[in-house]
């Protein structure tokens, strides 16, 4: 394929990235991964150093603008980060001495059940109130956004910190032994657990996801996995088209991300109970 | 945990300082990572860059393609060459949006102390530590 002729479908494909990205809080590389390895037959090493770069122009695309709207809170995820990295920390660490294929059976189930508690909430706008948690009253977790679809402002505070600290912690490590982004995990975490709203949990994880990435973006840069001539579309592709999604998203109910969100949990525990038991989509 | 709390309607000004803070610079990190690639890419074409080169979907075994840097002493050796690596310009770019998160933590700390709230100063800060602790130990950007 011609240079030109890969850069801009590569340019194309990164926009639709970008805005789905932005809207489900994940980085986009559950989508390019596969695109560009399958249908562009870029080599896996590059496609995985364009995704860790697609993940930092989300969130410098979508987080910039949601941080603006309150959508995103800073407090939220610079709290919750802490745990994320400290898991993704040990995780490394830990990466050859456990038992891959367990992991990923058991993370293929826990995503299942997941995916039928986001079916069971799929009709809930906002999520239904549980007792306070005084961890979140001293830690602040809790902001207000404008709802361009309820028309109104809407309050909220996190519930079960603990799990979701828990949760958070989880996910790092996970990301760190599997080598997965750790996205949905996030948003599963503080829509499920601690009961942020919808909007709210898949901009936040916009936030922490870049600051993970960035993390984690040396490494693939020092073994020579980040070509800046595949790389160069995809970042300018995923930007414009975070900074879309991002617009869309406002506008979004609670109820259609999370609709939009379900079958992307629901692939993610179909590959990682494959992968369990053997077998590599990818 | 006063700023939190504060009214953030769109447009009215109201937005806690931290959160414009850390916003304006993720973003401007965005486009001026975004700026240099483009310029990367413009002089890469002028010189005649996307007729030449065949691009490596593929690593080859040994030696690193066109547009593959392993170390930002690579990136600043590109852009010093004369005649300039059109391609380490992109590649400066790509080092600065990697950068851009990390800043925006960094900067949030003092910007955390300014609106009095100690507490987040701390987080960030611990944040922050964490976040460099993972890029040096994992041998990251030289």
């Given at each position: 394929?011609?240079?030109v002729v890969?850069s801009?479908?590569?340019?194309?494909?990164?926009i639709?990235?970008g805005?789905?990205g932005a809207?489900l809080?994940?980085?986009?590389g559950?989508?390019?991964?596969p695109?560009?390895t399958?249908?562009y037959?870029?080599?896996?090493h590059?496609?995985?150093?364009?995704?860790?770069?697609?993940?930092?122009?989300t969130?410098?695309?979508?987080?910039?603008?949601?941080?603006r709207?309150?959508?995103s809170n800073?407090r939220?995820?610079l709290?919750?980060?802490?745990?994320t990295?400290?898991g993704a920390?040990?995780?490394?660490?830990?990466?050859g001495?456990?038992?891959?294929?367990?992991?990923?059976?058991?993370?293929?189930?826990a995503?299942?059940y997941?995916?039928f508690?986001i079916i069971r909430?799929?009709?809930?706008e906002?999520?239904?109130?549980?007792?306070?948690?005084?961890l979140?009253?001293?830690?602040?977790?809790?902001?207000?956004y404008?709802?361009?679809?309820l028309?109104r402002?809407v309050?909220y505070?996190?519930r079960?910190?603990g799990?979701?600290l828990t949760?958070?912690?989880?996910?790092g490590?996970?990301?760190?032994?599997l080598?997965?982004?750790?996205?949905?995990f996030?948003v599963?975490?503080?829509?499920?657990?601690?009961?942020?709203?919808?909007?709210?949990s898949?901009?936040?994880?916009n936030f922490m996801?870049?600051?993970?990435a960035?993390a984690?973006?040396?490494?693939?840069?020092?073994?020579g996995d980040?070509?800046?001539?595949?790389?160069?579309?995809?970042?300018m592709?995923?930007?414009?088209?975070a900074?879309?999604g991002?617009?869309?998203?406002?506008?979004?109910?609670?109820?259609?991300v999370?609709?939009?969100?379900?079958?992307?949990?629901?692939?993610?525990?179909i590959?990682?109970?494959?992968?369990?038991?053997?077998?590599?989509?990818? | 945990?006063?700023?939190?709390r504060?009214a953030?309607?769109?447009g009215?000004?109201?937005?806690p300082?931290?959160?414009?803070?850390?916003?304006?610079?993720l973003l401007a990190?965005g486009?001026l990572?975004?700026?240099?690639?483009?310029?990367?890419?413009?002089?890469?074409?002028v010189?005649?860059?996307f007729?030449?080169?065949t691009?490596?979907?593929n690593?080859?075994?040994?030696?690193?393609?066109?547009?593959?840097f392993?170390?930002v002493?690579?990136?600043l050796?590109?852009?010093?060459?004369r005649p300039?690596?059109p391609?380490a310009?992109t590649?400066?770019?790509?080092?600065?949006l990697?950068?851009?998160?990390?800043?925006?933590v960094?900067?949030?700390i003092?910007?955390?102390?300014r609106a009095g709230?100690?507490?987040?100063?701390?987080?960030?800060?611990?944040?922050?530590a964490?976040?460099?602790?993972?890029?040096?130990?994992?041998?990251?950007?030289h």
């Amino acid at each position: 394929m011609s240079l030109v002729v890969f850069s801009i479908a590569v340019l194309f494909t990164s926009i639709g990235a970008g805005v789905v990205g932005a809207i489900l809080g994940l980085g986009g590389g559950i989508l390019l991964i596969p695109i560009l390895t399958l249908f562009y037959g870029v080599d896996i090493h590059y496609a995985m150093g364009a995704s860790i770069i697609s993940v930092i122009a989300t969130s410098s695309g979508a987080a910039a603008a949601y941080l603006r709207t309150g959508l995103s809170n800073l407090r939220v995820g610079l709290f919750l980060v802490m745990a994320t990295i400290s898991g993704a920390m040990l995780g490394a660490f830990l990466a050859g001495v456990v038992p891959v294929r367990a992991l990923e059976l058991i993370l293929g189930l826990a995503l299942s059940y997941s995916a039928f508690t986001i079916i069971r909430q799929l009709q809930d706008e906002l999520p239904e109130r549980l007792p306070e948690d005084p961890l979140a009253i001293r830690f602040g977790l809790e902001g207000r956004y404008y709802d361009f679809h309820l028309e109104r402002e809407v309050d909220y505070r996190a519930r079960r910190v603990g799990f979701g600290l828990t949760a958070m912690f989880g996910a790092g490590l996970l990301s760190g032994m599997l080598g997965i982004g750790s996205g949905a995990f996030k948003v599963l975490a503080m829509d499920y657990l601690m009961r942020l709203p919808m909007k709210v949990s898949t901009a936040t994880s916009n936030f922490m996801i870049g600051l993970t990435a960035s993390a984690s973006a040396g490494i693939y840069f020092s073994r020579g996995d980040i070509n800046a001539l595949i790389v160069a579309p995809v970042a300018m592709g995923v930007l414009a088209g975070a900074y879309l999604g991002s617009i869309l998203m406002a506008r979004m109910r609670n109820t259609t991300v999370r609709k939009l969100f379900l079958p992307i949990v629901v692939y993610l525990a179909i590959s990682m109970i494959l992968r369990g038991l053997g077998i590599h989509l990818l | 945990m006063s700023a939190a709390r504060r009214a953030r309607r769109p447009g009215s000004g109201h937005v806690p300082s931290v959160e414009h803070l850390v916003a304006r610079t993720l973003l401007a990190g965005g486009l001026l990572g975004i700026a240099l690639i483009l310029a990367g890419g413009a002089l890469y074409a002028v010189h005649g860059g996307f007729h030449h080169h065949t691009l490596y979907l593929n690593r080859p075994p040994g030696g690193s393609p066109p547009g593959v840097f392993t170390s930002v002493r690579q990136v600043l050796d590109g852009l010093r060459r004369r005649p300039l690596d059109p391609l380490a310009v992109t590649a400066l770019g790509l080092v600065g949006l990697m950068a851009t998160p990390i800043v925006a933590v960094a900067l949030a700390i003092p910007a955390f102390l300014r609106a009095g709230d100690r507490r987040y100063a701390a987080i960030a800060a611990i944040v922050l530590a964490m976040l460099v602790v993972s890029l040096t130990v994992a041998g990251g950007i030289h």
